[in-house]
């Protein structure tokens, strides 16, 4: 498995931008797709984001698409994600995933059973 460490949590005004890094350690790291979640107070945890594991896939959910913008970096075994013009119902606890699955190249980057390692998470505030 794949470790996972999430950081660039905070608070940040409506209409501002912030970017999270998850960075992960284990050898494995560039040969799986890896994926950001959120879960807000009182919610189920949604699928953000995903990125598959050459980089050249990206998959949003509808609620972040042109916003939000994930990349990563292979050579420092690293995903981002950019929030670009946040709301104030994005404040949740954000999570990175790794795919439990080596070059996997299928659609269902959304479902959480893809994954099997998962990073502590960081919280993200927007304040209206």
């Known amino acids: 498995q794949v470790q996972l460490v999430e950081s660039g949590g905070g608070l940040v005004q409506a209409g501002g931008s912030l970017r999270l890094s998850c960075a992960a350690s284990g050898r494995s790291f560039s040969s799986r797709a890896m994926g950001w979640f959120r879960q807000a107070p009182g919610k189920e945890r949604e699928f953000v984001a995903a990125?598959?594991?050459?980089?050249?896939?990206?998959s949003y959910a509808n609620s972040v698409k042109d916003r939000f913008a994930i990349s990563r970096d292979n050579a420092k075994a690293t995903v981002y994600l950019q929030m670009n013009r946040r709301k104030p119902e994005a404040t949740a606890v954000y999570y990175c995933a790794s795919c439990a699955l080596t070059y996997y190249s299928g659609s269902y980057y959304d479902r959480e059973s893809l994954y099997n390692s998962w990073g502590q998470g960081t919280q993200v505030t927007v304040s209206s």
């Open positions: 990125i598959s594991w050459g980089g050249d896939s990206t």
